[in-house]
């Protein structure tokens, strides 16, 4: 059985049709990452699955639990963490606050504690600024205390939104490394929107190719850099 | 790591002490001059401690600035003075009152409980509707909870006796007595400040989207919060009534909202420190400008402020802040122990064993 699997999702703004009926599944442990243009979906779709963004119709399901109706919050309990698009972090909290945020509906609080202390190990430098306000951290620190922050949920499944967003291809880097590290170290099944394949490709995971609310191709990412498709996507007649 | 998670703790709980004891110099202070008025102004003062960090409670920690908290205030002085008033006074006052609560003669403490039970009850019911909106639309429907409870308390003359005062509480409202009350207010707001759902109402302050992603669900923290804020607010409003020894529902209304909410802005809406520096600075100024509207005689001539200056003067204080500094006196700071006095060194620990 698939860890997360989505059948014939639609959402719509209004009259504008963001997703239009999109199927796949995600095996445990795997890692997908979403590409594709502007205004292809990817953030939709991860909010849709988050649950902040309510579905036209389809269903999404975890374990095989039905996630589609639940509130963002009923939905990272059952343990899917998102982290949002543009290192959304408590900024006037503290960096350690900010972890603890996470645990609030955790009942295994021994644990806690212990999380903590490996969040501070994955992330050294969040430890050195572990009682300084969240928004006194630099754009790759604020990426990687959203990353920690979503994993002290405990999580199985975790989406990430544009962890690149705005930072340098050095801390891009960095971050890619941290996130990598903790799913192995975790065995998580991790979704990333990244708009830049060739990262994609380099970090290695499945692809899934997504333009005008559908997906327009799936596959192994490192084979899509030599295939037509990417051009197809962005420069291509309207899908 | 941890133990210094430990000491912050430590250094955190260190607040409500340190607030309670700079407090509690204050009334020494003012009984050792013997004096009346400052004796006044010391309950006066330390009454709206309570109510001021009452109110900080929900607004501090959930960034929803609530205009509604002033008719918690009103529920409980009155719910004080149906349960503590002389049977033959209430049967003359408040001849609508069912005959279980005309009889009552409670002990003033217990009346002072009830008095915030029931406001905290009261925005149980009434925040299970408001908390659901979003920021601004829920003070807005603050406010139009604070004037349905004005107009009800106003027209529900059998019960309230309108808008004419009742008269004839018990003064038993000593500084001493509200001290004891403050330090309540303190101890509890403090110690909701670093529970679990303290953090998370901070956290959706901070940012509504992260935290439902981290699991908060934004509206039980809120509902908890309310509700607690508002017994605080209950029980000032007993002792308000009690202070003075006359209600109306006027005088839980638009003036106190004003100045409860003043008081907040000015000492920093971001801590319990500040909620407090708020309270004794604006305390402070309308008692000297309240001084100074009766007239100061300077040698031969007598110098007076028109009358309503003070709340003009209040206002421009408040504007003042907002400019010069927008996170109030104390800017959300709190005031603590430095960590070497609690047992632990300031800097990053890198003990391995800890």
């Known amino acids: 059985m698939s860890k997360l699997a989505v059948h014939d999702l639609a959402v719509r703004y209004g009259k504008l049709t963001a997703l239009a009926e999109l199927s796949f599944a995600v095996a445990e442990g795997e890692r997908v990452f979403i590409s594709g243009p502007n205004g292809a979906g990817k953030s939709s779709l991860l909010a849709a699955i988050a649950g902040s963004v309510r579905a036209a119709h389809g269903r999404i399901e975890m374990d095989g639990d039905i996630l589609s109706g639940l509130s963002p919050e009923a939905i990272a309990r059952r343990?899917?963490?998102m982290v949002p698009e543009g290192r959304r972090i408590f900024a006037g909290l503290t960096v350690q606050e900010n972890l603890m945020v996470g645990t609030g509906m955790r009942r295994d609080r021994g644990a806690i504690a212990d999380d903590i202390a490996a969040m501070f190990a994955a992330f050294p430098i969040l430890a050195e600024r572990a009682r300084a306000p969240a928004g006194a951290l630099s754009g790759g620190q604020q990426q990687m205390l959203a990353i920690a922050r979503a994993l002290m949920t405990n999580p199985?499944?975790?989406?990430?939104?544009?962890?690149?967003?705005?930072?340098?291809p050095?801390?891009?880097?960095?971050?890619?490394?941290?996130?990598t590290g903790l799913q192995d170290l975790r065995g998580l099944t991790m979704i990333i929107v990244e708009q830049s394949s060739a990262r994609a490709a380099r970090v290695g995971g499945r692809m899934l190719l997504m333009r005008g609310g559908r997906i327009i191709a799936d596959g192994d990412a490192a084979g899509f850099a030599a295939r037509d498709l990417l051009a197809e996507a962005y420069f291509g007649e309207p899908a | 790591m941890l133990r210094q998670h430990g000491i912050r703790r430590r250094m955190a709980a260190t607040t409500p002490l340190i607030l309670a004891v700079l407090l509690l110099a204050f009334v020494i202070a003012v009984s050792l001059t013997h004096d009346r008025a400052l004796a006044r102004m010391a309950a006066e003062t330390l009454i709206r401690v309570t109510l001021v960090v009452g109110f900080w409670i929900f607004v501090g920690n959930s960034g929803v600035v609530s205009f509604g908290h002033a008719a918690f205030a009103c529920l409980g002085a009155y719910v004080s003075a149906w349960t503590t008033l002389k049977p033959a006074m209430k049967a003359t006052l408040l001849p609508g009152l069912p005959d279980w609560l005309a009889a009552a003669e409670w002990p003033v403490a217990a009346a002072a409980v009830a008095g915030g039970g029931v406001a905290a009850l009261v925005a149980l019911a009434t925040g299970a509707a408001i908390l659901r909106l979003s920021g601004i639309a829920a003070s807005i429907a603050t406010f139009?909870?604070?004037?349905?409870?004005?107009?009800?308390?106003?027209?529900?003359?059998p019960m309230t006796g309108g808008t004419s005062s009742v008269v004839g509480l018990e003064r038993y409202v000593t500084p001493w007595a509200a001290l004891a009350w403050a330090v309540v207010?303190?101890?509890?707001?403090?110690?909701?400040?670093?529970?679990?759902s303290g953090l998370a109402l901070r956290a959706t302050r901070e940012d509504e989207v992260a935290a439902a992603a981290s699991g908060i669900d934004r509206y039980r923290h809120r509902l908890l919060a309310y509700t607690l804020s508002a017994f605080f607010c209950g029980v000032g409003g007993a002792l308000t009534g009690h202070f003075i020894g006359v209600i109306n529902p006027d005088s839980f209304y638009l003036s106190l909202t004003f100045l409860m909410l003043a008081m907040l802005v000015v000492g920093g809406i971001g801590s319990l420190s500040g909620a407090v520096a708020g309270v004794m600075a604006l305390s402070l100024a309308v008692e000297l400008l309240v001084r100074m509207e009766k007239g100061v005689t300077l040698g031969v001539t007598t110098f007076a402020l028109p009358p309503g200056s003070q709340e003009i003067i209040i206002a421009v204080a408040m504007i003042l802040v907002l400019i010069f500094r927008p996170a109030g006196l104390l800017a959300g700071?709190?005031?603590?122990?430095p960590a070497r006095w609690v047992g632990g060194r300031a800097d990053r620990t890198t003990d391995p064993t800890s």
């Open chain 2, 185 to 196: 207010a303190l101890a509890v707001a403090a110690a909701y400040g670093a529970s679990a």
């Open chain 1, 170 to 179: 050095k801390v891009v880097d960095e971050v890619y490394d941290r996130l």
């Open chain 2, 144 to 157: 139009a909870f604070l004037a349905m409870v004005n107009t009800i308390w106003s027209n529900w003359t």
């Open chain 2, 333 to 337: 700071r709190e005031i603590m122990l």
């Open chain 1, 79 to 81: 343990g899917l963490s």
């Open chain 1, 156 to 168: 199985k499944v975790i989406l990430v939104d544009e962890p690149s967003l705005g930072l340098a």
